[in-house]
């Protein structure tokens, strides 16, 4: 436990704390009942030692994990092998610390966070595992230190001795081996300009995200608890855009009460200071199941049962949901957005149940807030209805994740199809501007929160769209505000009524280039 401890402070300090929250996973993995009483069982009633029973217990557990069907639970196996490990070392007294001396690229099967937090950053040049995807515990703990990491690099070991010089791409999930002297030269120059950026990006940080004539941009940032707020400040987040509330409701088999929703807003509210929080309701269904719904048999489910139809047909999930909401917007300003809306009807039902949730506060004569009212707009449906929809709601938020999937009809889970989703689509940017019209007419704000809105080379068509706000990963803002600072309102928006009539992602690609060349910026990508 007190290594553990260790582990989770120095994870804190040099990565963040959604980081340190693994080590705390880790505890409780050792305090688990369950594996506790496991090698109890071995020990007293086989006779085994505790070395044997504590390897045992843990692998019996990580291989049941490995059989699951969730991607998640499945990768967990790894952190309970690295909390077995870290419990043998401590019984046989051996030391695990196997940092190197040199700095280098670190090349394995596999690797536990706990061995990529315990060693020091500057002697990890870069990861590469033959196991592991994006959503491994090393990979996120690669990302929050900014090493470079690439995980599922199939048969490395065999190809790659002790002492080959690499080459680790992490943006492009790419290693090179024994990279030619030209090669070594263009990567040191590539590194050279990519540190002179992150410092001159560095230096933006309280600087307003506003054109070259003065169109102001708002640039905020998607979270998925509280604390990732504090993460996000050295990006100087102006708020919230999207607060993926979902992450209250996962791994548990009840829902959380009013009480344990409305602590987790408030915190959200309390660490923004006055910056707006964008919470949007519970956005589940698809591909995200909960034990506690009674999920219906669907050949579709992305076309299902899920987001705002759910909401309107279980009154409790969404009135408990919306009362902590109000309850928070006593201490701060929140907006409050619905997901997978299709048509004005959901709407105003939606707008109904806010009146509702407020009313019964009233009545039991508690705090609340007034908050704005709005949809997230993620079908096409909702796009192509927006100058109605402007009438019934306080903003629009695109969600370009879902409305590029639902444009193109193109699963964005899907790997086989994966080529055809392309959020600069023309048809999808028609549909976003369509929107950004919509709400300059109305007089309301419009937003991006998918991931389109963290992308630098789409900043000048989303300015020049009409949106007000951009809501993006916190480590994509700075790059978006440097394209913001230096482009153009009224060029955007010629450029933005141009780049639909295209004839596809690549035309859109190119010329958005040009655009940013035209006015000195270059984009890295
Ligand atoms: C979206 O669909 O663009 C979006 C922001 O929501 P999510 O990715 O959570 O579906
Ligand atoms: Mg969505």
């Known amino acids: 436990r007190t290594r553990l401890a260790e582990l989770a402070e120095r994870a804190r300090r040099q990565a963040g704390e959604d980081e340190a929250a693994i080590f705390a996973a880790h505890q409780l993995l050792v305090d688990d009942p369950e594996l506790d009483g496991q090698v109890r069982q071995a020990i007293t009633a086989e006779g085994r030692t505790a070395a044997a029973a504590v390897a045992g217990a843990t692998e019996a557990f990580a291989a049941m994990l490995e059989q699951l069907d969730d991607d998640y639970l499945r990768g967990r196996a790894a952190d309970i092998r690295d909390v077995g490990r870290q419990l043998l070392a401590a019984l046989l007294g051996v030391p695990l610390d196997l940092a190197p001396e040199e700095p280098s690229v670190i090349v394995a099967h596999d690797l536990a966070p706990s061995d990529t937090a315990r060693w020091p950053r500057e002697k990890v040049l870069g990861l590469v595992t033959e196991a592991g995807g994006a959503t491994s515990h090393v990979a996120i703990l690669a990302r929050g230190a900014g090493v470079p990491a690439v995980a599922g690099v199939a048969g ?222 993620e079908t096409p449906a909702a796009a192509l209805s927006a100058r109605v929809l402007a009438a019934e709601v306080d903003f629009f938020s695109i969600g370009t994740n879902d409305l590029t999937q639902y444009t193109l009809a193109v699963d964005r889970t899907s790997q086989r199809v994966a080529a055809l989703y392309d959020p600069l689509h023309p048809a999808v940017l028609r549909l976003i501007l369509e929107v950004g019209r919509a709400a300059e007419a109305a007089g309301i704000w419009a937003g991006v929160c998918g991931e389109l809105g963290g992308d630098p080379l789409a900043a000048p068509f989303l300015v020049g769209a009409g949106l007000h706000e951009l809501s993006m990963h916190p480590r994509a803002l700075p790059e978006v505000k440097r394209v913001i600072r230096g482009i153009r309102y009224e060029e955007a928006r010629a450029l933005a009524d141009e780049l639909v009539t295209l004839a596809g992602g690549s035309e859109v690609r190119r010329r958005l280039r040009a655009f940013l060349e035209e006015a000195g910026l270059d984009v890295e990508g």
Do not use: C, H
């Open 156 to 377: 490395v070991l065999e190809a790659v001795a002790p002492g080959t010089r690499l080459v680790v791409d992490g943006s492009a999930g790419r290693v090179v081996v024994d990279p030619s002297s030209q090669r070594q030269e263009a990567v040191r120059q590539a590194l050279a300009a990519r540190a002179a950026r992150v410092e001159a990006l560095a230096a933006l940080r309280d600087l307003p995200a506003v054109t070259l004539d003065g169109r102001r941009i708002e640039l905020a940032v998607n979270i998925g608890k509280p604390e990732d707020i504090a993460a996000a400040e050295p990006f100087g987040p102006e708020g919230v855009g999207l607060f993926r509330t979902e992450f209250l409701f996962l791994d548990r088999s009840r829902p959380p009460g009013e009480e344990e929703q409305w602590q987790a807003y408030v915190a959200a509210v309390r660490a923004l200071k006055g910056r707006r929080l964008v919470l949007r309701t519970l956005d589940v269904g698809a591909d995200k199941r909960l034990p506690f719904i009674d999920w219906p048999e669907e050949m579709n489910p992305a076309l299902g049962w899920r987001g705002a139809r759910l909401g309107l047909e279980r009154p409790d999930l969404l009135q408990a949901q919306l009362r902590a909401a109000l309850r928070a917007a006593a201490e701060g300003p929140v907006s409050v957005m619905f997901p997978m809306v299709a048509t004005v009807d959901e709407v105003r039902r939606l707008r109904r149940a806010v009146e509702e949730a407020a009313a019964g506060l009233e009545r039991d004569g508690l705090p609340w807030g007034r908050v704005e009212v709005g949809i997230m707009v």
